[in-house]
């Protein structure tokens, strides 16, 4: 008796989540695998043939592909660790119970992350273009005597596309940080502070070791984000001038619908970024020494 109630409540229990799992398993895993399986066909268009492993060879000799793995990660090794640094400070100043205003200040930080994409993007182009507001402003205060290339110019576009990116998500992180903050008890500042520990200290010793898991958290899925960054380069440079800020999400992008259509290899160069993915989430877990 007791056997049989219990079989009819899982079942009832798995009839609520059926469809759920059913949809997650169409829209989710169902286009995974056949992702998977596409990065060994090759061909133009839809005439694709199983190839084997010929187009993850082609990865270690495709010069584009190398340059938008270079590009992409000068974009995660700058940008992030500025970023989650502005997004801790920031959060910090924004914690204090002292400030007026707080509302205010953390409704603007945060205001850039649920701005579009493509709108956002199209404003830094036209802000950091050779006529625009950000050359004007610098040359009226005599701090350059003649525009600079921001868009047209290797490393200031790369400085743009960082500028951008940064701008847009560092309120998105900072509210990580704030909540986090705000589950710390007081007290334990308090007695810091009775202690004779400064406002550094109480920073470096209290602040940080209990933000640990929101940084690595944020690390993680910042690292996520930069490596499938698309929309600020495809509007602000379009990967020029040449490739210098071809991202690989773009080059993804160009394999399927600018060139000519080359969907196995689109897959298999997406596939790389999973691996990429992995590999750096693994490491930054171990490196901060988390055993969970």
């Known amino acids: 008796m007791n056997f049989s109630i219990r079989s009819r409540a899982k079942l009832t229990g798995w009839l609520f989540i059926a469809i759920a799992v ?13 992702a998977l399986l596409l990065s060994f066909k090759t061909g133009a268009g839809a005439n694709l043939h199983f190839n084997g492993i010929s187009n993850y060879k082609r990865l270690f000799s495709d ?8 590009n992409t990660f000068i974009y995660l090794i700058i940008q ?17 119970s002292k400030l007026r205003f707080k509302g205010f200040f953390r409704t603007a930080i945060f205001l850039p992350c649920v701005t579009s994409l493509v709108a956002y993007s199209v404003v830094f182009k036209y802000l950091f273009g050779n006529d625009g507001l950000i050359n004007m402003a610098l040359i009226k205060i005599h ?15 790369k400085i743009t596309i960082i500028l951008a990116i940064t701008w847009r998500w560092t309120g998105y992180n900072m509210i990580f940080f704030l909540s986090s903050l705000q589950n710390i008890d007081s007290s334990i500042y308090e007695a810091a502070r009775i202690d004779g520990a400064s406002p550094i200290k109480q920073f470096f010793f209290i602040t940080f070791p209990m933000l640990k898991p929101i940084v690595l958290f944020t690390s993680i899925t910042s ?6 960054l698309f929309d600020e380069i495809m509007n602000i440079t379009k990967g020029g001038p040449g490739n210098s800020t ?47």
């Open 22 to 34: 059913l949809m997650i398993c169409l829209f989710y895993f169902y286009p995974m695998i056949q």
């Open 63 to 70: 010069k584009t592909f190398i340059t938008a793995v270079k």
């Open 80 to 96: 992030v660790p500025v970023m989650i640094v502005l997004s801790m400070m920031i959060s910090v100043l924004l914690n204090d």
């Open 143 to 157: 701090l350059i005597s003649q525009p600079i290339a921001w868009i047209s110019d290797p490393f200031w576009a």
């Open 223 to 228: 690292t996520i984000g930069t490596l499938q």
């Open 246 to 292: 071809l991202s690989i999400s773009q080059y993804i992008y160009n394999l399927s619908f600018k060139y000519t259509p080359d969907f196995g290899y689109a897959a298999t160069v997406s596939y790389s970024v999973v691996a990429m993915i992995i590999v750096l989430s693994v490491l930054q877990i171990k490196l901060a020494g988390d055993k969970k």
